[in-house]
């Protein structure tokens, strides 16, 4: 019953994963990284395929092997904050106080993503470091 839970609950997040790479503003490696977590608790085959997938696999693994994310994802990430957070901000909130609230909880994504080590960066320092 727990492993049905698991697999159902890892295809859920995989679609918000996929979701999140459609729609600016919805986070997708936080998903990917709770549907690796539970396939691998539930399904070899099906932690190998998205482990395997080519637009999800590098995601899971990065974050897996060094805690990092590649400047890639970095970029869309705060490009995707910036331009649909600034829009609403601008274009769709109308209360002065409304719009400083959620320009301020922009802060907190854009700062988060901003902290997470970037793979390329990691990569350098581990070849220099010769680890």
């Known amino acids: 019953m727990l492993r049905a839970l698991l697999i159902l609950l890892g295809f859920l997040f995989v679609g918000l994963a996929a979701l999140g790479i459609a729609v600016p503003g919805l986070p997708a490696t936080p998903f990917l990284l709770l549907a690796a977590a539970c396939f691998a608790r539930s399904s070899e085959r099906f932690y190998g395929w998205l482990l395997g997938n080519r637009v999800f696999g590098p995601m899971i693994r990065d974050w897996?092997?060094?805690?990092?994310?590649?400047?890639?994802?970095?970029?869309?990430?705060?490009?995707?904050?910036?331009?649909?957070?600034g829009t609403s901000v601008v274009f769709v909130i109308e209360h002065d106080v409304l719009k400083a609230v959620v320009a301020a909880l922009l802060l907190c994504p854009i700062f988060i993503v901003s902290r997470v080590p970037t793979t390329e960066n990691v990569a350098a320092a581990e070849i220099e470091h010769g680890g």
């Open 64 to 85: 897996r092997e060094t805690r990092s994310m590649s400047r890639r994802s970095k970029a869309i990430a705060l490009a995707s904050i910036i331009v649909v957070g």
